[in-house]
């Protein structure tokens, strides 16, 4: 059974920092495209970040630019969200997907979303 659970969401002043886990099971890790998409009720669902697993090659949307990094821990299928000085406009229900290869197709899988609250 595939699985993508998230992890590491929470509430954080503006400024602060969060690190998001999405632990990958039922699929062979090192083959796929892991990204970050959020959601705030009433929006689109928008990109994150994205990183390949094979070649570590990674993406990330304009406004998340020098704030957070995408990484993976290969050993462990888990890949992580480190997001540093946080704003309120990042509000949003994180989500991991997963892709085969590739960061720009279609995702297969999803996970169920972990709550990120950034204060003002």
């Known amino acids: 059974e595939v699985q993508l659970v998230e992890s590491g969401g929470g509430l954080v002043q503006a400024g602060g920092s969060l690190r998001l886990s999405c632990a990958a099971s039922?699929?062979?890790?090192?083959?796929?495209?892991i990204a970050w998409f959020r959601r705030v009720p009433g929006k689109e669902r928008e990109a994150v970040s994205c990183?390949?697993?094979?070649?570590?090659?990674?993406i990330y949307e304009d406004s998340v630019k020098g704030r957070f990094t995408i990484s993976s821990d290969n050993a462990k299928s888990t890949v992580y969200l480190q997001m540093n000085s946080l704003k309120p406009e990042d509000t949003a229900t994180y989500y991991c997907?997963?892709?085969?290869?590739?960061?720009?197709?279609?995702?297969?899988?999803w996970g169920k979303g972990t709550l990120v609250t950034v204060s003002s």
């Open positions: 990183i390949q697993i094979s070649d570590g090659s990674t």
């Open positions: 997907a997963a892709a085969l290869e590739y960061c720009d197709v279609g995702m297969d899988y």
């Open positions: 039922g699929f062979t890790f090192d083959r796929y495209a």
